[in-house]
């Protein structure tokens, strides 16, 4: 399995920017069974998670820092994970990564760069 992030990139505070995770290797079928998410990590910061979708796309979880800016979806078909970020702010500056999680099973991408500055 390997998830590979995109989208990163120098942006001005209040700018938008959209991330793409594309996975490969999910046995056929399979990939709609993880739920996915985006995490990030800020240099001297815990990696913690922005936010969350299901399976089926039908139920979404944000941390509260980023509720009402970010929004994440999910294309099963493209096996396709996206974080739309809108409203910028110098604090959401951090290294961004996909994962996809089924019980004890994890996989990581290798994260892609969100720097917002002015």
């Known amino acids: 399995v390997q998830l590979v992030e995109s989208g990163g990139g120098l942006v001005q505070p209040g700018g938008s920017l959209r991330l793409s995770c594309a996975a490969s290797?999910?046995?056929?079928?399979?990939?709609?069974?993880?739920?996915m998410n985006w995490y990030r990590q800020a240099p001297g910061k815990e990696r913690e998670l922005v936010a969350s979708?299901?399976?089926?796309?039908?139920?979404?979880v944000y941390a509260d820092s980023v509720k009402g800016r970010f929004t994440i979806s999910r294309d099963n078909t493209r096996k396709a994970v996206y974080l739309q970020m809108n409203g910028l702010k110098p604090e959401d500056t951090a290294a961004y990564y996909c994962?996809?999680?089924?019980?004890?099973?994890?996989?990581w991408g290798q994260g892609t760069q969100v720097t917002v500055s002015s």
């Open positions: 994962s996809a999680v089924r019980g004890a099973v994890r996989y």
């Open positions: 290797g999910f046995p056929t079928g399979t990939f709609s069974t993880y739920a």
């Open positions: 979708i299901s399976g089926a796309g039908s139920r979404t």
